[in-house]
């Protein structure tokens, strides 16, 4: 019998925090019984734990988020607004690239171009 991945666990210095901005970067609840002060929050498959070490290097593992109903640049606006910072712009002229993020603890993230920016790119190619 396999294996299933049931949770991508990120550790950070506070779980119900982190999970609330999380929360509002996916548009999605934090489960139920997560309280300000909880050591673990979850949302949407993230499972943030509150660890004592703070991050100190690059993550090894990230997440691409691909906007449903904006334009990529849009999204990364909108992040921006809830507290992300921008970490590195590979978005080029002709509409193509993704933008790196950080979240409000400094892990790395990218934003890539939406489904529908990628269908009109094929369009005139």
Sequence with gaps: MSSLVRHVTIDCSDAYRLASFWSAVLDAPLADDD???DP???VAGLL????PERKSVKNRLHLDL????????EEVERLLALGATLVSDQRRPDGTGWAVLADIEGNEFCVER????RAAGADAA
């Excluded at 939406?114 to 920016?117: L, P, Q, R, T, Y």
């Design 114 to 117: 939406s489904a529908a920016e």
């Design 40 to 42: 673990e929050a979850t």
């Design 35 to 37: 309280h300000p002060g």
């Design 66 to 73: 691909q906007p449903q109903d904006r334009t990529r640049d």
């Design 48 to 51: 943030f734990v509150t660890v």
